[in-house]
Structure formats: C-alpha cells, structure tokens
C-alpha cells in the first residue's frame, strides 16, 4: 500500500542505498555496501514475487545458493558439486519437504511449493537475520501453516526474521 516496507528491506539487504542516515549490523553501517557484501555478513532475503531460475532444477538452484554461500567465484562455480555441498542442498529440501522434486524444474512446482524453495535457497546461507517479503502472499492456508511452522523453527534455533505479511495469522 506504499507504506515503504518492501522498501525497508531493500534497504537493509543492499539492493537500494538509503537516501540518508544509517543501516547498522554489529555496530557497523552496512549502509553502502553492494547487496552480494551485505549476503556474506549474515541477511538473506526473499522477493515478494518469486525469482526463480526456470531452466535448471530445483537441487541445481539450491546449489547455487550452496556457492554463494560459500563464496565461490568464476571458474570455482563450474567445478563439480562436492558431496558436503549436495547434503547441504538436500538437508534443505528436506527440511521444506520438497526432496522429491529435486530433478524438477521450479516451474513445474505449485506456487506455494516455489514459495517454499525460495524460503530453502535463503536458509541454505545460514544467515543471522532473514527479511521475508510476503511469504504467505498468493498461498494456500494448509501452505502458510508449513510457511508458519518452518519460521518458528529457524526462530527458536536463533535465526532473527524481518517480516512483511498481510496474512496477520502468520
């Protein structure tokens, strides 16, 4: 409704710099730091509207986020997948339930299945601190309670969320 909250967590997660003051995480600004620099420090985020990469499979998405995580650069992004990184890619899938559609194209997911992949690919960072932009948005009540429970259990493990919902159950 053009309140800013989308644009708060642009902010905070690097894809806009604030026209003024500050954005502090640990004591230091992170204010004009690129989005990818902000990622390595520990926040992670979702997109209100899903980006997905239509062409490759769901376990290949999650191990890109694996690289990214881990930083890797140029030719190291080319080099086989080692077995920690699958697992790593797996154990998330499985957390969100999806392992059976990891040779599938997120296309052929339901919305709510790529809602939950896209929640996957952002956890898989281990990050401090995750700004979900309307996790629930577009998704069947049986889905936001799975949305639901999934954040509480990244919660009670210490993981701190900034949360953008319209579904005030959630």
Do not use: W
Not at 33 to 51: E, V
Not at 97 to 104: D, H, I, K, N, V
Not at 137 to 155: A, C, L, S
Not at 157 to 166: D, N, S
């Amino acid at each position: 409704n053009g309140a800013g909250k989308t644009t708060l967590i642009n902010i905070v997660s690097g894809v806009f710099a604030p026209s003024n003051g500050e954005v502090y995480f640990k004591s230091e600004s992170i204010s004009r730091l690129p989005a990818h620099k902000i990622f390595h420090l520990g926040i992670s985020r979702t997109f209100q509207k899903i980006q997905l990469f239509p062409n490759i499979t769901v376990l290949e998405s999650l191990l890109l986020g694996v690289q990214e995580r881990r930083n890797l650069r140029g030719l190291d992004r080319l080099r086989s997948h080692s077995k920690d990184e699958y697992e790593m890619a797996m154990a998330s899938l499985e957390f969100v339930g999806l392992t059976r559609f990891a040779q599938e194209s997120p296309a052929h997911l339901s919305y709510g299945q790529q809602k939950l992949m896209d929640f996957a690919i952002t956890l898989i960072s281990r990050p401090e601190i995750v700004c979900l932009d309307e996790p629930a948005g577009g998704v069947n009540p049986t889905m936001i309670e799975e949305i639901k429970d999934f954040i509480r259990h990244v919660n009670e493990a210490g993981t701190t969320f900034i949360l953008i919902e319209h579904q005030i159950t959630l």
